[in-house]
């Protein structure tokens, strides 16, 4: 499986991005691709997932109602739409890939085996 995410950049508060996750390589059905971020000095924390099979979707708290995931099963494409930025959402951006296996608490880091690079965003103040 391979990911390679794309779409950060320098934005001030209150502003918007859009990520993009391109996915290849797999082929079972079942499965999930999540967005995690990493802070310098702070552990990788999930944001958000998208179930494959019926688009189910997990927010982290901190991100409920700011930022929207996608997906577009004809590209193998998952976006994350972020919206009212704040400087506090500055980190690398990654998106990873898990089979699933269990729906509870999916956004955990551990659950997904395969990981692309990662993208920065960095929100001014």
């Known amino acids: 499986v391979q990911l390679q995410a794309s779409g950060g950049g320098l934005v001030q508060a209150g502003g918007s991005l859009r990520l993009s996750c391109a996915a290849s390589g797999f082929t079972?059905?079942?499965y999930a691709i999540g967005w995690f971020r990493q802070a310098p000095g702070k552990e990788r924390e999930g944001v958000s997932c998208i179930r494959n099979s019926d688009g189910s979707t997990y927010y982290a708290d901190s991100v409920k109602a700011r930022f929207t995931i996608?997906?577009?099963?004809?590209?193998n494409m998952v976006y994350l739409q972020m919206n009212s930025?704040?400087?506090?959402?500055?980190?690398?951006?990654?998106?990873?890939f898990q089979y699933v296996t269990s729906w509870f608490s999916p956004i955990r880091p551990?659950?997904?085996?395969?990981?692309?690079q990662g993208t920065q965003v960095t929100v001014s103040s």
């Open 85 to 96: 930025l704040k400087p506090e959402d500055t980190a690398v951006y990654y998106c990873a």
């Open 110 to 116: 551990q659950l997904y085996a395969y990981w692309g």
């Open 28 to 30: 079972f059905e079942n």
């Open 70 to 75: 996608s997906r577009d099963n004809a590209k």
